[in-house]
């Protein structure tokens, strides 16, 4: 009775496919990265966790910085720099409304970064390129002056945010090397 090698051969290579995306997907978090996360408070939390703490905090004394990018959150103390990927399905944009002073930002720099309207209630609408709403609601500015919202990957849109009676509006997009932080053109008239 002759084997059937080629259905041999390839049971064998899906399985070493999926044992290599399975090692690639889950890598282990080494010994140095998460004594570097206890030491600023955030191991065991997630990606969405340690943005939270980290971009509703103003000052930090241990001197953490943190900045987002579309791909990955960063943290560094001048001696240690860890990487931390966001999800694959979700983008993170942090942006800033103002009446008369901000700064120009691409990426945002959860630790530094300081918007106008401190602790402020907005009104946010978020939508798709097809005008599909995915945030309308009432939003509070952080201590830093900056609302941050978790968005679906790889699209474009717009941002409206109102205010006491003034309104701004900009486009965004959220794909791979798509700025994490909106600023100047949010001044609202």
Same mark, same amino acid.
């Given at each position: 009775?002759?084997?059937?090698?080629?259905?041999?051969?390839?049971?064998?290579?899906?399985?070493?496919?999926?044992?290599?995306?399975?090692?690639?997907?889950?890598?282990?978090?080494? @010994?140095?990265?998460?004594?570097? #996360?206890?030491?600023?408070?955030?191991?065991?939390?997630?990606?969405?966790?340690?943005? @939270?703490?980290?971009?509703?905090?103003?000052?930090?004394?241990?001197?953490?910085?943190?900045?987002?990018?579309?791909?990955?959150?960063?943290?560094?103390?001048?001696?240690?720099?860890?990487?931390?990927?966001?999800?694959?399905?979700?983008?993170?944009?942090?942006?800033?409304?103002?009446?008369? +002073?901000?700064?120009?930002?691409?990426?945002?720099?959860?630790?530094?970064? +300081?918007?106008? #309207?401190?602790?402020?209630?907005?009104?946010?609408?978020?939508?798709?390129?097809?005008?599909?709403?995915?945030?309308?609601?009432? #939003?509070?500015?952080?201590?830093?002056?900056?609302?941050?919202?978790?968005?679906?990957?790889?699209?474009?849109?717009?941002?409206?945010?109102?205010?006491?009676?003034?309104?701004? @509006?900009?486009?965004?997009?959220?794909?791979?090397?798509?700025?994490?932080?909106?600023?100047?053109?949010? @001044?609202?008239?």
């Amino acid at each position: 009775m002759k084997k059937p090698s080629g259905l041999i051969l390839t049971a064998l290579v899906i399985v070493v496919v999926i044992a290599v995306a399975v090692f690639l997907v889950k890598k282990p978090v080494s @010994q140095s990265d998460t004594a570097f #996360l206890e030491k600023y408070g955030l191991s065991g939390l997630s990606v969405e966790e340690m943005v @939270q703490k980290l971009d509703s905090s103003v000052s930090d004394p241990s001197a953490l910085r943190a900045g987002i990018t579309s791909d990955y959150l960063i943290l560094s103390d001048g001696s240690s720099e860890v990487r931390v990927a966001l999800p694959k399905d979700k983008f993170y944009l942090s942006f800033a409304p103002y009446i008369s +002073q901000t700064h120009p930002c691409g990426t945002h720099n959860l630790t530094s970064c +300081q918007g106008e #309207l401190v602790n402020t209630e907005i009104h946010t609408v978020i939508t798709d390129k097809e005008g599909k709403e995915i945030v309308n609601s009432n #939003l509070t500015t952080m201590a830093n002056g900056f609302a941050g919202v978790w968005l679906p990957r790889n699209i474009d849109g717009t941002v409206s945010v109102s205010y006491n009676g003034k309104a701004a @509006q900009a486009p965004i997009s959220t794909y791979a090397g798509s700025n994490t932080c909106l600023t100047t053109a949010l @001044q609202l008239n």
